[in-house]
């Protein structure tokens, strides 16, 4: 029997692993592909307190050493289910079944994606889904954000302040996202609005060097020469295997705080997984440190 089976192997999970093994915890991580999460698709982060830059897979790698080190037990499974026998929550695998006597999900989220030709294969050279992470690569250039909501806006402002021209492009002519942004953005004299149009095609041979848009208006392709572009129309939360026992809210996230406590006792939800303002490698790692130590007061009794 685990202390605590923690649901995914970013940043969150093995942030929960560190402290519950610090905290004399046997822990165990599951993750379905590879360990390391969200960020190991950033090239360099620079926005973690105290490591002025690190690549997304070394800062990966090393909290994954961390854990291990620790004693924490690594499962490359794909977790299919949770359950709760009498007070014993058991995760189930695609292999078998573990029993623990708390669980951490820290699935994540995964951005949504655009679907077009090239995308895959330019992401890290010029497609990003994180303008916070990415933006300062392509400061004095031409970079493009897609997407109409809150995310879209606010990395339609960060990236403004680098880079010398913002494309926003919204299939719409209204946007979803906060309209106090909308007007700070319409001020700002880097960036343009293109609105009612679509990207059909990214472009580039090793990175993006234009994008291909669709004027939904007009009905006319036209190019858009860019070094970047930002993808925010969303993000996809990956939690329907445990909609059966713990909340989910209307966008599938987990019904959860900043304490991390979910609607079923023992069981906790840690980073982009929950229902949360800030989603970031910072938040992940605080909320990773949080849900151990609350799993920990769990199996002492005290919550
Ligand atoms: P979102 O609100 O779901 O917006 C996604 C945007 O992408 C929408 O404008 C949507 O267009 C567009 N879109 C979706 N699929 C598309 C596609 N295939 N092609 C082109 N455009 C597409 O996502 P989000 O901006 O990431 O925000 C997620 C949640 O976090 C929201 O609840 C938001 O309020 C919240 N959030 C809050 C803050 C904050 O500071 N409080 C910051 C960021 C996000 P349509 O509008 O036409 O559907």
Do not use: W
């Amino acid at each position: 029997m685990y202390d605590i089976g923690i649901i995914g192997g970013g940043t969150a999970g093995m942030t929960a692993a560190i402290y519950g093994q610090r905290a004399g915890k046997q822990t165990i991580i599951f993750e379905g592909s590879v360990f390391g999460g969200q960020i190991t698709s950033s090239p360099n982060v620079e926005n973690y307190p105290g490591i002025a830059s690190v690549s997304g897979t070394e800062f990966s790698m090393n909290l994954l050493d961390q854990a291990m080190k620790l004693g924490t037990e690594t499962v490359t499974e794909q977790v299919t289910g949770i359950r709760d026998e009498d007070g014993i929550k058991i995760i189930e695998t695609t292999e078998k079944e573990y029993p623990c006597r708390s669980i951490i999900i820290a699935t994540g989220v995964t951005h949504r994606h655009l679907g077009v030709p090239n995308e895959e294969r330019l992401t890290g050279a010029g497609v990003s889904y994180c303008a916070t992470c990415d933006g300062a690569f392509f400061r004095g250039r031409d970079v493009a954000v897609v997407g109409g909501g809150s995310t879209a806006l606010q990395d339609a402002e960060f990236l403004s302040n680098y880079c010398r021209k913002v494309y926003l492009i919204h299939r719409r002519d209204e946007f979803r996202g906060e309209e106090q942004i909308v007007s700070r953005l319409r001020e700002k004299e880097n960036v343009e609005f293109i609105l009612s149009a679509t990207v059909r095609e990214i472009i580039g041979d090793t990175a993006v060097e234009r994008l291909i848009l669709n004027s939904k208006k007009t009905g006319k392709e036209f190019k858009l020469e860019v070094s970047g572009v930002f993808i925010a129309v969303g993000q996809i939360p990956q939690n329907e295997i445990f909609a059966d026992v713990v909340k989910l809210d209307g966008n599938g996230f987990i019904l959860a705080a900043e304490d991390c406590v979910t609607s079923h006792p023992g069981i906790f939800a840690a980073g982009d997984c929950r229902t949360k303002e800030v989603r970031q490698l910072t938040t992940a790692a605080a909320d990773g440190a949080v849900a151990a130590l609350a799993a920990c007061k769990y199996i002492a009794g005290e919550i």
